[in-house]
T-cell receptor, first 114, second 110 residues
């Protein structure tokens, strides 16, 4: 089954404790992306990756890092989480074509930073 | 920057047709218009996509006027399970940076 998986699904942590949210897709997609979703603000793009070792900033990259060492994986790293990063995070992937390709979203990771 | 504007919320009743309009004044010439559906605590799901005129699939229809500055998502005969947030997708700086607006929260009542 074609899917995007994220782990963990829920995470409660404390300020300053480094964490990683993993994202994996089994569709051999070149393009992967991370979003955060906050009440009243909709989905905002954090980072995206066009292919292995190619990443770029979205609209809200501050406080986040990403890496793309393998095509299927695109982890989101919070080196020093802060309470304003409490949010619902989604990973997505799609093929390499122009925006006629559908984005597939993961189930989400709900992060709480105390 | 290609931002989108949609109504914040809409209400409907089962069996009615629902039309949600999105404004995207700065859409790039080569960009397509895409709509997603999102249920609470789930990731968005692709509904429909088009470039101009009209596109129809098993879920919805999408109407795009010639100037492409807006689009209308049409959901025929909605049911309670269509209660969700609907997003019209814009782009900025090429198709890699994707911008979701605040979305339209559709509530379908019995």
């Amino acid at each position: 089954e074609a899917q995007v998986t994220q782990n963990p699904r829920y995470l409660i942590t404390v300020t300053g404790k480094k964490l990683t949210v993993t994202c994996s897709q089994n569709m051999n997609h070149e393009y992967m992306s991370w979003y955060r979703q906050d009440p009243g603000l909709g989905l905002r793009q954090i980072y995206y990756s066009m292919n292995v070792e190619v990443t770029d900033k979205g609209d809200v990259p501050e406080g986040y890092k990403v890496s793309r060492k393998e095509k299927r994986n695109f982890p989101l790293i919070l080196e020093s989480p802060s309470p304003n990063q409490t949010s619902l995070y989604f990973c997505a992937s799609r093929g390499a074509g122009r925006n006629t390709d559908t984005q597939y979203f993961g189930p989400g990771t709900r992060l709480t930073v105390l | 920057l290609a931002k989108t504007t949609q109504p914040i919320s809409m209400d409907s009743y089962e069996g009615q047709e629902v039309n949600i309009t999105c404004s995207h004044n700065n859409i790039a010439t080569n960009d397509y218009i895409t709509w997603y559906q999102q249920f609470p605590s789930q990731g968005p799901r692709f509904i429909i996509q088009g470039y101009k005129t009209k596109v129809t699939n098993e879920v919805a229809s999408l109407f795009i006027p010639a100037d492409r500055k807006s689009s209308t998502l049409s959901l025929p005969r909605v049911s309670l399970s269509d209660t969700a947030v609907y997003y019209c997708l814009g782009t900025a700086g090429g198709y890699n940076k994707l911008i979701f607006g605040a979305g339209t929260r559709l509530a379908v009542h019995p």
